[in-house]
């Protein structure tokens, strides 16, 4: 684990010790769905305790696997939740971390197949990257479609209007060694009221690598090249200066580990303090990089902190 706070180790943390952790800390990483918002609602004092962070100097940006929206599309819901100070390049998602990936590091050149939203194929698009149109008439099958002969690499993410048709025309493009196979990210399922629970982008990679025999490249959280992409667009990041804050586990936390950041749970999402303490318990020492450093029942927490520095700033 990352920094010398003596209080570490999957600890519930309030008041004196949430403060001694933001004013040491200079950049504030933070989840979206489950830590921020549920929904269309903003979880009760987020906006307070971002847009104070943001006023006070730090670097404040938001990580999400969420691929499904562009970037743009965050900023009107930060505004439109009473996030008043948030910008466009503080919103690093796993379908901009994609297209950065495809354009800058591996300089593809070709059509990408898609499978996944309109949200995905939109920053695709920004960055330049050609995407392979989908124009199969209704009765069309892997026996009679088109393939497009240019195909140079397949991006699975969130895809809500998946087909068998998708499924076996990109295990067709797979075929190909050269053809890239890459995943927006790994997310298995995302909860739903209600008790019901939504297939994630990684229950499709997970369809296409069997049926493909290859493995995907990872870009969203827990790879490390989300926060590679935030090093390139910030100058002087320091890894002992940062605080990845989530709400699950196998994604969040394991994300700032493999990153070498701090790393804080928020009881507002999918994991549990139970379940870390099961993994801070294990035998397995690969499971103890699923467990936070620290914990909070809700990012609110953060408010009677910021109380007192002011207070302590007054006297």
């Not at 590091?105 to 698009?125: A, D, H, S, Y």
């Amino acid at each position: 684990m990352a920094g010398a706070f003596a209080f570490k180790g999957c600890q519930k943390i309030r008041g004196a010790q949430i403060r001694v952790l933001l004013e040491a800390k200079d950049f504030f990483l933070f989840d979206c769905d489950g830590v921020i918002w549920h929904g269309e609602n903003e979880i009760t004092g987020a906006a307070k305790v971002v847009n104070a962070l943001i006023r006070r100097g730090k670097n404040v940006v938001f990580v999400t696997n969420n691929s499904t929206r562009p970037r743009e599309n965050y900023v009107n819901k930060f505004t439109r939740l009473g996030f008043t100070d948030v910008m466009l390049d503080q919103i690093f998602s796993s379908s901009y971390c994609s297209a950065l990936y495809l354009r800058d590091v591996v300089k593809v050149r070709g059509q990408v197949f898609v499978i996944g939203c309109e949200g995905l194929r939109r920053e695709l698009l920004e960055a330049g990257i050609p995407c392979v149109e989908e124009a199969d008439d209704p009765d069309a099958t892997i026996y009679n479609c088109d393939l497009t002969p240019d195909v140079k690499a397949v991006l699975v993410g969130h895809d809500d209007k998946l087909t068998f048709l998708k499924l076996a025309k990109a295990t067709c493009y797979l075929r190909d060694p050269e053809c890239l196979f890459l995943a927006t990210d790994n997310d298995p399922w995302h909860p739903l009221s209600g008790g019901r629970i939504l297939p994630g982008s990684g229950s499709l990679t997970a369809a296409l690598e069997v049926a493909s025999g290859r493995k995907a490249t990872v870009i969203g959280k827990p790879s490390r090249f989300m926060f590679e992409c935030i090093s390139s667009q910030f100058s002087g990041v320091d890894p002992a200066q940062c605080l990845m804050v989530g709400d699950r586990l196998e994604t969040d936390m394991l994300f700032g580990s493999n990153c070498g950041l701090d790393t804080m749970l928020t009881l507002t999402g999918v994991s549990q303090i139970e379940e870390a303490q099961e993994y801070r318990s294990s035998d397995l020492s690969t499971n103890h990089s699923y467990v936070p450093d620290y914990v909070v029942d809700t990012i609110a927490d953060f408010l009677p902190a910021f109380e007192e520095i002011e207070e302590q700033n007054d006297d």
